[in-house]
């Protein structure tokens, strides 16, 4: 077994490594360090998040930086914020026996002002989003002019991102003799153009299969009808009740519903989509890190630069277009050694994708069977049975047995363990119906009724937007609640940059046009209208308009 020492690392950062508990090198940091302390090469390195990739290229460059400077000596590009500052928290760890390290994260969507600040002090490491990066050398904020090295991290994101301008920029500011590393989970050749045209002679390196999915994960496929995702995303979470996953959906709105089900079937869930704030997208994506949420579901977009260890279910809820998005899904599991499962739903129709994915990974995927309901209950008792056979005893309650002992000890044990059960699982409805796995036809004319049905709905006009500070989240959540209504009762809410639409059922009309009759928010008259086929219905539309305008 090779150890951190063999590959060549200074004692510093010997220490932060024992102090991190990293045991023994990983594959990727195998390969790497030795090459990047050794020698003065470029390199690009085809490996998945979760590789240990960040200490591969993190430990090389801060063995090589003059801490007796305060120079900006490295750069390291990343697609995200979450990336970055997950990286820059690495950096800060890896180099804790460095008494003068000074590592800076710069991304967009927080104070440019405190980040140029931070900079000024002397950033010997920079670690940047290409969009805030870009606009700060634009205004002279930062100096990347005598860089030694620079990383250009999950390269393929950052390209699929829209960054390949940026990026391009960006080099052009610094020098040619530099090292430059560049780290990807796939090989497409937008990040091929980019090693050909900016580094000169690099070492290829690949860590697992190329273009494989990590070999700790297990990828399977469920063949489901197109109105079965949910329930076949049930009988999952009910199969595996310690489940920690994350559901990916292509839309924000899916999202949306699928995490509003799950709650209301008894599930910690949440949803994470660009529609949402920063702070909000932290504060979501917190829980999640701390496991207050089970199930995150999540757009790619959102679920860039997640990067929680523990996953164990990737669920696709629905394919993406690119077989590399799937990789990328797939790759937030089966991490840090850990195993992990890759669930697909796919219909009929999509069966063809299973084997293009197949042919891509170089692996099988399996077919799963649908359980039944009954498969489902059985598993929830094993479940519970494993969790009651692994409580901890409560010796506190000792002196408190003997009452409960002569309380039962008329009942023989399987009547005892019968009511148990039955206090146990007493909200659950065990007649077919309920556990029925297909949505059934009531199911889907409620569904229907809700979403799609127009003869049942109403559309509303509101003159509150995006410029207010709502998205569609928020809004929904505020006239849902302003209107006392539950959850589903206001849908298909579009916000635009100075007002929005919503729907209710036709049903609660006088109730809203009632309840925003006199509503004033921050001494603005708040004015909501029925719309008609789209338009803003209003019996006096000229005196409206006009007045509409006053408002903004
Ligand atoms: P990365 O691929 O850089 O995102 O790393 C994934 C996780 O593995 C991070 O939490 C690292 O701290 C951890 N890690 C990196 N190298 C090692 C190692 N040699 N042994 C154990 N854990 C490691």
């Not at 292509?250 to 949306?256: C, D, S, Y």
């Not at 917190?286 to 860039?304: C, E, G, N, W, Y």
Request: aromatic content about 8%; proline content about 3%; hydrophobic content about 35%.
């Amino acid at each position: 077994m090779t150890t951190f020492q063999s590959l060549g690392l200074s004692a510093p950062l010997l220490k932060a490594a024992e102090k991190l508990g990293f045991e023994s090198p990983t594959e990727v940091q195998n390969k790497v360090i030795p090459l990047l302390l050794n020698d003065k090469t470029d390199l690009v390195a085809l490996a998945q998040t979760g590789t240990g990739k960040t200490a591969a290229f993190g430990f090389p460059m801060l063995q090589q930086i003059d801490f007796g400077t305060k120079k900006t000596q490295g750069l390291i590009l990343s697609p995200t914020r979450e990336l970055c500052l997950q990286i820059t928290n690495e950096m800060e760890h890896y180099g804790s026996e460095i008494r003068q390290i000074n590592v800076v994260a710069i991304y967009g969507g927080a104070n440019i002002t405190e980040q140029a600040k931070k900079i000024k002090r002397g950033a010997h490491i920079v670690v940047a989003t290409p969009g805030r990066l870009k606009d700060m050398i634009r205004r002279k904020l930062v100096d990347i002019s005598a860089i030694n090295f620079c990383v250009l991290d999950e390269a393929d994101e950052m390209l699929n991102m829209g960054f390949y301008e940026d990026i391009k920029s960006i080099l052009t500011h610094t020098p040619d003799k530099k090292s430059s590393w560049l780290f990807s989970a796939t090989m497409p050749p937008e990040v091929n153009t980019i090693a050909k045209k900016f580094m000169t002679a690099p070492i290829e390196i690949t860590i697992g299969t190329k273009n494989a999915g990590t070999k700790n994960v297990d990828h399977q496929f469920f063949v489901v009808g197109g109105r079965e995702r949910y329930a076949a995303l049930r009988a999952v979470v009910g199969m595996n009740p310690d489940i920690f996953g994350c559901v990916f959906c292509r839309t924000k709105i899916e999202t949306q519903k699928v995490a509003e089900k799950l709650i209301q079937d008894g599930h910690k869930a949440a949803a994470i989509h660009g529609d949402l704030s920063q702070n909000q997208r932290d504060a979501v994506m917190q829980s999640f890190r701390k496991k207050k949420i089970q199930l995150l579901i999540a757009t790619d977009v959102a679920a860039r630069g997640i990067d929680v260890d523990d996953i164990t279910h990737v669920i696709n809820y629905q394919l993406p277009d690119e077989i590399e998005t799937y990789t990328h899904r797939s790759g937030r599991t089966g991490r840090a050694g850990k195993l992990g499962t890759s669930i697909i739903f796919v219909t009929k129709s999509d069966r063809r994708k299973i084997k293009l994915i197949e042919n891509k990974l170089q692996t099988k995927l399996t077919e799963l069977e649908m359980p039944s309901p009954e498969q489902i209950f059985k598993n929830k008792i094993q479940h519970w049975v494993e969790q009651v056979k692994n409580t901890p005893l409560k010796g506190d309650l000792q002196p408190y047995l003997d009452s409960a002992f002569k309380g039962l000890e008329e009942l023989d044990k399987e009547t005892l363990i019968e009511l148990i059960l039955s206090k146990e699982f007493r909200n659950f409805d065990l007649n077919p119906k309920s556990l029925s796995l297909s949505e059934g036809k009531n199911n889907e004319k409620r569904s229907d009724r809700k979403i799609n049905a127009p003869k049942d709905k109403d559309r509303f006009f509101i003159n509150l937007g995006a410029r207010d500070q709502y998205e569609w989240t928020t809004l929904k959540d505020f006239i849902r609640s302003y209107l006392k209504l539950g959850m589903d009762d206001v849908f298909q809410v579009e916000v635009m940059k100075n007002f929005s639409f919503f729907s209710t059922h036709k049903k609660h009309r006088d109730l809203v046009l009632k309840s925003f009759e006199n509503l004033n928010l921050d001494s603005r008259r708040i004015s909501v209208e029925l719309t008609k086929k789209g338009k803003t219905f209003s019996p006096n539309k000229k005196k409206k308009k006009s007045g509409f305008k006053k408002k903004f």
